[in-house]
C-alpha cells in the first residue's frame, strides 16, 4: 500500500495498493509515501503527514512496522520528506570500505535556501571515469540510542528501507519538423522496482562508522557486541542507474 499525496500543501489525496514491480504512473505535483511491509495503518480526514510528530501518519506507519516484529522495543526512521529529515543523513561522510558519499538530494541547512522534494534522494550509479571506480554512496547521520536503550545500546538490529525508480519524460512543443504539432508536457514518473536489487548493498555500523556489516532488507543482523551509535550505508554499484531511496528505519 501507498499514500498519495500533493506536493505542494502534503495534503493526503488518497491511498492505493502497491503497483505491480515494473509499473510507472505519473506524478507530476504529488508524491508517494510507501506504507511499510505488513504495517496497518487507518487513514482518514483527520490524518496528516507534517509536522512530523508522534500523531503523524510517518510515526504511525513506523509504529506499526515496529509492531510486526515484537521481538525489537525501538526503531529509528526517516521517510525523506521535508528539509530537517536531510539533518539525518551526512552527506560529507565516509561509507563501507572507503566509499565517499555520492547522493543527490536537498539541502537541510545552508548556505543558500532550504528544502527537500519527497521520492528525490538519489543513490548515484558508480562512477566508472575515476580509479578506483567509486558507487553511490549514502551514509546516515549517527542514529544515538543510547536514551531508548537506557544506556545498554543495543547488539541486533533489522533494516527496512523503500527504493523507487524516478524518470522524467522530455518537454516537447514544436511548430516544425518531425515533431511539429507536437506538445507533450514533461511527465514524472515512480516505478516500483525490486528492493534488492543486484549491485545495490545496504551496511549497518553501531560503532559510529569504525566498522560496518553488511545486511539483508528485514533480516536480523547480530552485531554480537552491545553499543550505542548507530549508522546506516547504502551503496549504488550499478553503472547507469539511479537509486531513489524514499525511506529507511532500523529497529533494534
Given at each position: 500500500?501507498?499514500v498519495?499525496?500533493?506536493?505542494?500543501s502534503f495534503?493526503?489525496?488518497q491511498?492505493?495498493?502497491?503497483?505491480?514491480?515494473?509499473?510507472a504512473?505519473p506524478?507530476?505535483g504529488?508524491f508517494?509515501?510507501?506504507v511499510?511491509?505488513?504495517?496497518s495503518?487507518?487513514?482518514?480526514s483527520?490524518?496528516?503527514?507534517?509536522?512530523?510528530?508522534?500523531?503523524?501518519?510517518?510515526a504511525?506507519?513506523a509504529?506499526?512496522l515496529?509492531a510486526r516484529?515484537p521481538?525489537?522495543?525501538?526503531?529509528?526512521?526517516?521517510?525523506l520528506?521535508?528539509?530537517?529529515?536531510?539533518?539525518?543523513?551526512?552527506l560529507t561522510?565516509t561509507?563501507?570500505t572507503g566509499?565517499?558519499?555520492?547522493v543527490?538530494?536537498?539541502?537541510?541547512?545552508?548556505p543558500?535556501p532550504?528544502?527537500q522534494?519527497?521520492n528525490?534522494t538519489?543513490?548515484?550509479?558508480r562512477n566508472n571515469?575515476?580509479?578506483?571506480?567509486?558507487?553511490?554512496c549514502?551514509v546516515t547521520d549517527?542514529?544515538?540510542?543510547?536514551?531508548?536503550?537506557?544506556g545498554a545500546?543495543?547488539?541486533?538490529f533489522l533494516?527496512w528501507?523503500?527504493?523507487?525508480?524516478?524518470?522524467?519524460s522530455?518537454?516537447?512543443?514544436?511548430d516544425f519538423g518531425?515533431?511539429?504539432g507536437?506538445n507533450n508536457?514533461?511527465?514524472?514518473?515512480?516505478?516500483?522496482v525490486d528492493?534488492e536489487?543486484a549491485?545495490?548493498?545496504?551496511?549497518i555500523s553501531?560503532?559510529?562508522?569504525?566498522?560496518?556489516t553488511?545486511t539483508s532488507r528485514?533480516e536480523?543482523t547480530?552485531?554480537?557486541?552491545?553499543?550505542?551509535?548507530?549508522?546506516?550505508a547504502f551503496?549504488?554499484?550499478?553503472?547507469?542507474t539511479p537509486r531513489y531511496?524514499?525511506?529507511?528505519a532500523?529497529m533494534?
Amino acid at each position: 500500500m501507498r499514500v498519495i499525496a500533493d506536493l505542494s500543501s502534503f495534503k493526503i489525496l488518497q491511498v492505493e495498493k502497491t503497483p505491480p514491480e515494473g509499473e510507472a504512473n505519473p506524478f507530476n505535483g504529488r508524491f508517494a509515501i510507501p506504507v511499510p511491509d505488513g504495517a496497518s495503518v487507518d487513514v482518514d480526514s483527520a490524518t496528516y503527514i507534517t509536522p512530523q510528530d508522534a500523531g503523524s501518519l510517518p510515526a504511525q506507519m513506523a509504529a506499526a512496522l515496529l509492531a510486526r516484529y515484537p521481538m525489537y522495543s525501538n526503531i529509528a526512521y526517516n521517510f525523506l520528506l521535508e528539509d530537517s529529515d536531510i539533518l539525518d543523513l551526512d552527506l560529507t561522510a565516509t561509507g563501507p570500505t572507503g566509499f565517499i558519499t555520492r547522493v543527490a538530494t536537498g539541502r537541510g541547512v545552508g548556505p543558500g535556501p532550504l528544502g527537500q522534494a519527497p521520492n528525490t534522494t538519489a543513490i548515484l550509479p558508480r562512477n566508472n571515469t575515476t580509479a578506483p571506480a567509486r558507487p553511490g554512496c549514502l551514509v546516515t547521520d549517527t542514529i544515538d540510542i543510547t536514551i531508548p536503550t537506557g544506556g545498554a545500546g543495543a547488539d541486533e538490529f533489522l533494516i527496512w528501507w523503500y527504493l523507487w525508480d524516478l524518470t522524467t519524460s522530455e518537454d516537447v512543443a514544436s511548430d516544425f519538423g518531425i515533431f511539429a504539432g507536437t506538445n507533450n508536457p514533461a511527465t514524472k514518473s515512480i516505478t516500483e522496482v525490486d528492493q534488492e536489487p543486484a549491485s545495490f548493498e545496504v551496511w549497518i555500523s553501531h560503532d559510529d562508522g569504525v566498522t560496518w556489516t553488511q545486511t539483508s532488507r528485514l533480516e536480523p543482523t547480530d552485531l554480537i557486541t552491545f553499543n550505542t551509535l548507530v549508522r546506516l550505508a547504502f551503496i549504488n554499484k550499478n553503472n547507469t542507474t539511479p537509486r531513489y531511496l524514499a525511506a529507511y528505519a532500523v529497529m533494534f
